[in-house]
């Protein structure tokens, strides 16, 4: 949302499972009901998942295509996207999937314009799940959503309540180890790890658990199969020391990096400068700035995302970029923020001064 939050955040690393978890915004409810908002301002808004070979990939083609590799739709199955937004992956699977009946729940229902433009007969509730929806779910999924829970525990059950037994839960979360913005996002509250997913669904009553991090880049692709008789809670103790000190070290770059974009700043003067990123990072770079009125420009591949502006500042393509601009703030995840900018095209014949990371 390039949302600046006022206060500063804790972040509590449990020892027993890995999991990382964050102090709560005030109001949570209330900010999800009234001010959250995301991809809203048209049906085709998306967010940037990769470029490949120049072309851009969005987020809901690469959801979707992921969880079709991984769950085998049958005919007559009920569906639901549990935390859903405007529910673009559902759409999609839809599209191959005719045969499926779709349901969609949020705590908001400022997505309701979206929801009417699927399919007649698609069936939606806001602020909580229909009661006639209950143990009658083929498959619930969840994009995005478990990382902005507060009662964790909670809503594990009462998406175990909408599923039939033997049902699917399947779901991606971010992956704080391959993303290490996920640290400091100040709505994300719960920053997960293999060991702790695999503890909580199990104690939730679910088997032949699968964490995936390699289907979809920074982060888990999971999925879980609901059979309370045959669950029992349990976890891998081993590699939690290792957690520590990754978290740790998150810690403490997040601690330092202030210092680092200080010294840049200073050694460029008033030069003009840009932000190639337009989304978490590099509306991070901008709040750090001493000066951010020397920002002229931000940059970004993403379509959907040129031609309008972030904190007033304008947002182009690589290739818009002004002559002018000599030196470049590069938001993106640190882990692939120079393979990314090495395969901009446009800049290949400048000679751009850029900070990383």
Same mark, same amino acid.
């Given at each position: 949302? $390039?949302?600046?939050?006022?206060? @500063?955040?804790? +972040?509590?690393? @449990?020892?027993? @499972?890995?999991?990382?978890?964050? $102090?709560?915004?005030?109001?949570?409810? &209330?900010?999800?009901? %009234?001010?959250?908002?995301? &991809?809203?301002?048209?049906?085709?808004?998306?967010? *940037?998942?990769?470029?490949?070979?120049?072309?851009?990939?969005? #987020?809901?083609?690469?959801?979707?295509?992921?969880?079709?590799?991984?769950?085998?739709?049958?005919?007559?199955?009920?569906?639901?996207?549990?935390?859903?937004? %405007?529910?673009?992956?559902?759409?999609?699977?839809?599209?191959?999937?005719?045969?499926?009946?779709?349901?969609?729940?949020?705590?908001?229902?400022?997505?309701?314009?979206?929801?009417?433009?699927?399919?007649?007969?698609?069936?939606?509730?806001?602020?909580?799940?229909?009661?006639?929806?209950?143990?009658?779910?083929? /498959? +619930?999924?969840?994009?995005?959503?478990?990382?902005?829970?507060?009662?964790?525990? =909670?809503?594990?059950? $009462?998406?175990?309540?909408?599923? %039939?037994?033997?049902?699917? *839960?399947?779901?991606?979360?971010?992956?704080?180890?391959?993303?290490?913005?996920?640290?400091?996002?100040?709505?994300?509250?719960?920053?997960?790890?293999?060991?702790?997913?695999?503890?909580?669904?199990?104690?939730?009553?679910?088997?032949?658990?699968?964490?995936?991090?390699?289907?979809?880049?920074?982060?888990? +692709?999971?999925?879980? !199969?609901?059979?309370?008789?045959?669950? #029992?809670?349990?976890?891998?103790?081993?590699?939690?020391?290792? *957690?520590?000190?990754?978290?740790?070290?998150?810690?403490?770059?997040?601690?330092?990096?202030?210092?680092?974009?200080?010294?840049?700043?200073?050694?460029?003067?008033?030069?003009?400068?840009?932000?190639?990123?337009?989304?978490?990072?590099? &509306?991070?770079?901008?709040?750090?700035?001493?000066?951010?009125? &020397?920002? %002229?420009?931000? !940059?970004? =591949? $993403?379509?959907?995302?040129?031609?309008?502006? !972030?904190?007033?500042?304008?947002?182009?393509?690589?290739? =818009?970029?002004?002559?002018?601009?000599?030196? /470049?703030? !590069?938001?993106?995840?640190?882990?692939?923020?120079?393979?990314?900018?090495?395969?901009?095209?446009?800049? #290949?014949?400048?000679?751009?001064?850029?900070?990383?990371?």
């Amino acid at each position: 949302m $390039n949302a600046l939050i006022e206060g @500063c955040t804790s +972040v509590y690393f @449990c020892n027993r @499972c890995g999991h990382l978890q964050t $102090n709560e915004l005030p109001d949570l409810a &209330n900010y999800y009901a %009234k001010e959250y908002d995301i &991809n809203s301002s048209s049906e085709d808004e998306d967010q *940037l998942y990769k470029v490949v070979d120049g072309r851009p990939v969005y #987020r809901a083609d690469h959801q979707a295509a992921t969880l079709m590799s991984k769950v085998k739709f049958s005919a007559g199955w009920r569906v639901l996207d549990y935390g859903c937004a %405007k529910g673009p992956t559902l759409k999609k699977v839809i599209a191959a999937h005719e045969e499926i009946t779709p349901f969609l729940f949020d705590v908001t229902d400022r997505y309701i314009p979206f929801w009417e433009r699927f399919p007649a007969g698609t069936s939606w509730a806001t602020l909580h799940p229909d009661p006639l929806w209950r143990g009658s779910m083929d /498959v +619930v999924l969840s994009f995005y959503a478990l990382e902005h829970i507060a009662e964790l525990q =909670q809503a594990i059950t $009462n998406i175990k309540e909408l599923l %039939k037994p033997g049902g699917i *839960l399947y779901f991606i979360v971010p992956n704080v180890y391959g993303n290490i913005a996920d640290f400091i996002v100040a709505d994300h509250i719960n920053h997960f790890s293999k060991n702790s997913i695999v503890r909580l669904l199990s104690a939730g009553g679910f088997v032949n658990i699968d964490v995936d991090p390699h289907a979809h880049d920074s982060a888990f +692709v999971v999925t879980g !199969v609901l059979n309370e008789a045959l669950a #029992r809670s349990s976890f891998d103790p081993e590699g939690l020391d290792d *957690l520590l000190v990754r978290a740790q070290s998150m810690a403490d770059y997040w601690g330092g990096i202030s210092l680092r974009i200080a010294h840049y700043e200073e050694s460029v003067g008033d030069a003009p400068l840009a932000i190639y990123g337009a989304g978490f990072y590099g &509306n991070y770079l901008a709040s750090s700035l001493f000066n951010p009125e &020397n920002v %002229k420009y931000f !940059v970004d =591949q $993403n379509a959907h995302m040129q031609g309008t502006t !972030v904190n007033g500042r304008p947002v182009l393509s690589p290739a =818009q970029l002004p002559a002018e601009i000599e030196h /470049v703030l !590069v938001g993106l995840n640190p882990r692939s923020a120079r393979s990314a900018i090495a395969s901009i095209d446009s800049w #290949r014949e400048r000679k751009l001064n850029y900070f990383f990371l």
